[in-house]
């Protein structure tokens, strides 16, 4: 029924003296409604969630795959259209979003309304049903997080600096969560990646458009606090998001080559933070630093995508994985002090692979990582390469 009712509203708005909107195409009205939901930020958040379910071992399909972009998308959707409804009266008074559809008055807050209450009823279920039942509990959590939280709070206390970057997090979670099926250190590492990087990434924002949140009347961080606050916090919140960066490496999801290019580009972004306490001109600074932050993210996307995805998985878990699809598994093991490779058929649980490997070359065995190829696993027949630890 709200989907009903917004519908007929957006497609039929009252007249201007009646509701103030006045009527448009549907191009224009649907235009609109897309920005409802902030498609930009509602990209990277998918964008985050799909990271989250291709680095997590397990079995993965495309009703899954689909179920999860399309689930968290609806979601990210509503949280934004709700958002939009209840700080309309805020974003009138803002130069950055009073041309938004609600303070613009090109659009009934009842559309925004019903979207956000309606979407949810039907995208929670599906995360529930095609994914499963965690997923769809934290779907909710960063929803209610988000709309119920967050967003008051922005008004109160600049708090809503560490708030907000909860459901900011939680998508590459509820990726894993949606092949895993539970939460572990590889997951809650990622969580924990995205939360580090939101903090420099919105006080920049603060510092750059203190004047449009005061006009707000927005608490954020660089108004509680001063500028010269933000500029000291974003620097040092900066320097702790790289080693958090490296957490995959140290947790088995990622190799060597993903931990230097970690390592590389959070040390170009902490060093530009610092120069900010040098910057001449503070706002300007603050400006430049939002973009190489969006650039950051980026390029540690990409370099998830083309270094890690598919590449670095724990033995036992695909082991568990390639059974599940009825594959042979064949995997070649070369000792360190032998260059003739021993091929062993694995059909039995990783550390009963070899009778005459004791119980600490067993597990420094299981601990090693080896490379995949995913096509060659659905065909049913893979060879790994396994080196041993130093």
């Not at 270094?307 to 042979?328: A, Q, Y």
């Amino acid at each position: 029924m709200a989907f009903r009712a917004a519908a007929a509203v957006a497609a039929h708005p009252r007249p201007a003296g009646l509701a103030g909107v006045p009527a448009r195409g549907p191009l224009a009205v649907a235009r609109d409604l897309a920005l409802l939901a902030k498609p930009r930020l509602a990209t990277l958040v998918v964008c985050t969630a799909a990271m989250g379910m291709w680095l997590a071992p397990g079995p993965r399909d495309a009703v899954r795959a689909l179920a999860l972009l399309l689930g968290t998308t609806v979601v990210v959707g509503a949280a934004n259209a709700l958002n939009n409804w209840l700080e309309r009266d805020t974003d009138a008074r803002m130069r950055r979003t009073r041309e938004r559809p609600l303070p613009a008055g090109r659009l009934d807050p009842r559309v925004a309304l019903a979207l956000g209450l309606g979407l949810p009823g039907l995208a929670l279920p599906a995360l529930g049903w095609f994914t499963n039942g965690l997923t769809a509990t934290l779907g909710a959590l960063a929803l209610f997080s988000y709309v119920v939280v967050y967003t008051p709070l922005k008004q109160r206390s600049s708090l809503a600096l560490l708030v907000g970057a909860v459901p900011g997090a939680i998508p590459p979670l509820m990726g894993w969560t949606a092949v895993t099926g539970q939460l572990d250190r590889g997951g809650l590492a990622l969580f924990a990646l995205l939360f580090c990087w939101q903090i420099p990434h919105f006080l920049a924002v603060s510092v750059y458009l203190e004047e449009d949140y005061a006009r707000g009347g927005m608490r954020v961080f660089s108004l509680a606090h001063g500028a010269r606050a933000a500029v000291w916090t974003t620097a040092l919140s900066t320097a702790l998001l790289m080693p958090v960066t490296l957490l995959p490496v140290l947790l088995g999801l990622a190799g060597p080559a993903y931990g230097l290019a970690a390592a590389l580009l959070g040390g170009a972004l902490t060093a530009y933070a610092a120069s900010g306490l040098w910057a001449p001109s503070t706002v300007r600074w603050a400006r430049s630093f939002f973009l190489s932050t969006l650039a950051y993210l980026t390029l540690l996307l990409a370099v998830v995508h083309h270094l890690v995805i598919g590449s670095n998985l724990p033995l036992t878990e695909v082991v568990d994985w390639l059974r599940s699809l009825g594959g042979e598994v064949i995997f070649e093991w070369v000792p360190p002090d032998d260059p003739m490779a021993q091929k062993l058929a694995v059909n039995k649980r990783p550390w009963e692979i070899h009778a005459d490997y004791n119980e600490q070359s067993c597990r420094r065995l299981i601990s090693a990582r080896f490379e995949i190829r995913r096509q060659e696993a659905l065909e049913g027949r893979v060879l790994f390469h396994l080196a041993p630890l130093p």
